[in-house]
């Protein structure tokens, strides 16, 4: 079977401010990756990003069977969307979330939305929109619990992400924000507690790899959050967590009703926090997760007796099931 990865880093676009766009891939771990799939018997090839393969669909050289997409794009709150719009176009079939699961799932305000609509507890919030002033932002942020995290509505790898622990500051932070990213501004109360992870991977709830797990670098640090630079650069691990069975099971069923309500494919990440009073709050899904070796995906992985390896290949096993694509 010919796999074609399709993936983006910022050298492929110009002119944009990479302090502002922190979630493509890097050339290392896409080399990676097709190292990893190349030695579970499959044929990769690397296509990049939406314009290359663009290029490829209309001069008919589009040599794959399946996409394996990571693409992010940038310049739409489409951005994410726009690749598998495209390969649907053209019938070909990819791994992972179409491009509606991934446009809605991009804009956090719409996802915790979806969220309350299953009576799935998120943290209070106050969404920020272009040209509010901001007096009439202050006003909302003094109505929220301090401190408050204050994030841009459709970026992604905790960018432009910052904690306040005063309306005041919160709220010229948001007017700074709406100016350089030019999109909502979410603004939740932050939940002092552990952060969490669901990964999942399945498409039926009977058969579904799912786990929940957390980075060992936060201990009882109430107010941890794992930002970008923890992200790119920081030294910790993924770990299994070993919750009360309650709290294990409200986290599971919580993440397979999101996975379906969004109608996500094959694969996604959901992301909680633990209030120190037991409280489970839900945060964001990603079904673009990065999937590098020692991550939250490859922990559970390991929990059920798989290598990294084979973890990527329950992936293309679960989209090819889905998609009725014999694995030769």
Request: proline share 3%; charged share 20%; hydrophobic share 40%.
């Amino acid at each position: 079977m010919k796999i074609g990865i399709a993936y983006d880093t910022h050298e492929m676009y110009e002119h944009i401010d990479k302090t502002l766009h922190l979630d493509f891939a890097t050339e290392v771990a896409i080399a990676a990756l097709r190292t990893t799939i190349n030695s579970l018997g499959y044929r990769a090839t690397l296509l990049g990003n939406t314009q290359h393969i663009a290029t490829l669909l209309k001069n008919d050289s589009l040599d794959v069977d399946i996409v394996y997409n990571t693409v992010e794009g940038i310049g739409s709150r489409n951005r994410e969307g726009l690749l598998p719009a495209l390969l649907e176009i053209h019938n070909v079939p990819y791994i992972g979330t179409d491009a509606f699961g991934l446009s809605l799932t991009l804009d956090k305000v719409l996802t915790k939305l979806v969220a309350e609509r299953l009576r799935i507890q998120t943290p209070r919030h106050y969404a920020a929109e272009l040209l509010t002033s901001v007096n009439t932002i202050r006003e909302a942020l003094e109505k929220l619990k301090t401190p408050s995290i204050v994030k841009p509505n459709n970026q992604g790898n905790s960018s432009g992400i910052k904690v306040f622990d005063s309306a005041k500051e919160a709220s010229e932070y948001v007017c700074e924000a709406l100016e350089k990213y030019s999109t909502t501004i979410l603004c939740e109360e932050f939940i002092i507690g552990k952060e969490i992870t669901v990964p999942l991977i399945g498409n039926n709830a009977d058969s579904m790899l799912i786990g929940v797990t957390s980075v060992d670098i936060q201990g009882d640090n109430g107010y941890f959050w794992l930002d970008s630079d923890q992200k790119l650069y920081g030294d910790y691990n993924n770990i299994l967590l070993n919750l009360p069975d309650k709290q294990n099971k409200m986290l599971i069923a919580w993440s397979v009703a999101l996975f379906n309500a969004i109608g996500c494919r094959d694969f996604a990440r959901f992301d909680y926090r633990l209030a120190d009073d037991g409280a489970i709050y839900f945060i964001e899904v990603n079904p673009l997760p990065s999937l590098f070796h020692g991550g939250a995906f490859h922990i559970v992985g390991k929990s059920h007796r798989l290598t990294y390896a084979q973890t990527i290949d329950k992936i293309i096993q679960t989209a090819c099931d889905r998609l009725a694509i014999p694995r030769i």
